[in-house]
């Protein structure tokens, strides 16, 4: 797999974990969007590992 691709996951990996973060921080945070966020950052760790 090519490292740019891997930088590429990589980068929207943070950025996923830094949604996740901000809506965890709320006042009252959306669990089913946490929770959609979460499953769309393990596709990509998952993709990420596989290669």
Known sequence: ME???VS???TKHAGIDA???EE???PAPDTATIQALK???LRL???MTAG
């Open 8 to 10: 590429a996951l990589q």
């Open 19 to 21: 949604q996740i973060r």
């Open 3 to 5: 490292s740019s691709h």
């Open 45 to 47: 760790k998952e993709e």
């Open 24 to 26: 965890e921080s709320r």
């Open 39 to 41: 499953k769309k950052k």
